[in-house]
């Protein structure tokens, strides 16, 4: 069971990157899967989730600071989940996470950071100003 992520970069203040986070082990549609950053200094914040296939009703949270700039996807024939980052600022410089912690529960409005589950080794992203 593993998580991968890639396509972090540098890039220029109102660019854009797309990050991938590849499965294996396990069908990625039957599990909630979410971003998360951490930049130096701060505490690592749930970015952005994705609920699982069979969960009813939203099927997707942002934290605010990103909305409407992310978008966060899943491609159920290639087990892998994106997050879509346009108009990047310098405040969105940090280290990505994409993760699949336990259960639900803690893909809502807050987006919890849930130290549990599996967790991808985390890609740059860093943004010039």
């Known amino acids: 069971v593993q998580l991968q992520a890639s396509g972090g970069g540098l890039v220029q203040a109102g660019g854009s990157l797309r990050l991938s986070c590849a499965a294996s082990g396990f069908t990625l549609e039957y599990y909630t899967i979410g971003w998360f950053r951490q930049a130096p200094g701060k505490e690592r914040e749930g970015v952005a989730c994705?609920?699982?296939?069979?969960?009813?009703?939203?099927?997707?949270y942002y934290v605010d600071s990103v909305k409407g700039r992310f978008t966060i996807s899943r491609d159920d024939a290639e087990n892998t989940a994106y997050l879509q980052m346009n108009n990047l600022s310098s405040e969105d410089t940090a280290v990505y996470y994409c993760?699949?912690?336990?259960?639900?529960?803690?893909?809502?409005?807050?987006?919890?950071?849930?130290?549990?589950?599996?967790w991808g080794q985390g890609t740059q992203v860093t943004v010039s100003s």
């Open positions: 993760a699949v912690p336990y259960g639900n529960s803690w893909c809502d409005e807050s987006i919890t950071v849930a130290e549990d589950g599996t």
């Open positions: 994705f609920l699982s296939k069979h969960t009813r009703g939203a099927n997707s």
